[in-house]
């Protein structure tokens, strides 16, 4: 018996467009909010933005088994997609309107498998160091008990969004 899972996401241009018209976390706070539509990325992977402040991101994901490698955990993209996320959306948390980022570079540490069984995990981004060109963000991937399962770090470039 196969199973199936169906989800939809919103047209991303119009998110795309608002991005840099106002500062990082303005954005964000309005994605988080539904003001504007969320990444097809997220409906694709079923995550979700929980929190956002200077600096800092949390994504959430309660694991499924469309997320499952062959031999029966979760699929270690899926850890990059979250830590990635989260690390990425710490950094656009602080920048000014006009500004964007895109990453350079992940690194990430698998500690522990996950499964159905473990529950929602969350991956915590928090900004390390941010220059002129470049920012240093890390992320760990938590679970209900705050058992560290990944973490990662990430080097974003940073640049100025031509002007419309």
Same mark, same amino acid.
């Given at each position: 018996?196969?199973? #199936?899972?169906?989800?939809?996401?919103? !047209?991303?241009?119009?998110?795309?467009?608002?991005?840099?018209?106002?500062?990082?976390?303005?954005?964000?706070?309005?994605?988080?909010?539904?003001?504007?539509?969320?990444?097809?990325?997220?409906?694709?992977?079923?995550?979700?933005?929980?929190?956002?402040?200077?600096?800092?991101?949390?994504? %959430?994901?309660?694991?499924?088994?469309?997320?499952?490698?062959?031999?029966?955990?979760?699929?270690?993209?899926?850890?990059?997609?979250?830590?990635? %996320?989260?690390?990425?959306?710490?950094?656009?948390?602080?920048?000014?309107?006009?500004?964007?980022?895109? %990453?350079?570079?992940?690194?990430?540490?698998?500690?522990?498998?996950?499964?159905? !069984?473990?529950?929602?995990?969350?991956?915590?981004? #928090?900004?390390?160091?941010?220059?002129?060109? #470049?920012?240093?963000?890390? $992320?760990?991937?938590? !679970?209900?008990? !705050?058992?560290?399962? $990944?973490?990662?770090?990430?080097?974003?470039?940073?640049?100025?969004?031509?002007?419309?």
């Amino acid at each position: 018996m196969g199973r #199936t899972r169906t989800y939809e996401w919103e !047209d991303p241009a119009l998110t795309a467009a608002a991005a840099g018209q106002g500062s990082g976390l303005d954005f964000l706070r309005d994605l988080q909010a539904g003001k504007l539509p969320g990444a097809p990325v997220g409906a694709t992977v079923g995550f979700t933005l929980d929190e956002v402040e200077k600096g800092r991101a949390v994504f %959430s994901l309660v694991p499924g088994e469309q997320h499952y490698n062959p031999i029966g955990s979760v699929h270690g993209g899926i850890y990059a997609t979250l830590l990635d %996320s989260a690390a990425g959306c710490a950094v656009q948390s602080t920048l000014p309107p006009g500004t964007a980022y895109t %990453s350079l570079d992940l690194t990430v540490k698998f500690l522990r498998r996950i499964t159905v !069984d473990t529950g929602t995990v969350r991956a915590i981004g #928090t900004v390390i160091s941010s220059g002129r060109q #470049t920012a240093l963000a890390q $992320a760990q991937l938590m !679970d209900a008990t !705050d058992r560290v399962l $990944a973490h990662a770090t990430s080097t974003c470039m940073l640049f100025p969004l031509p002007s419309a």
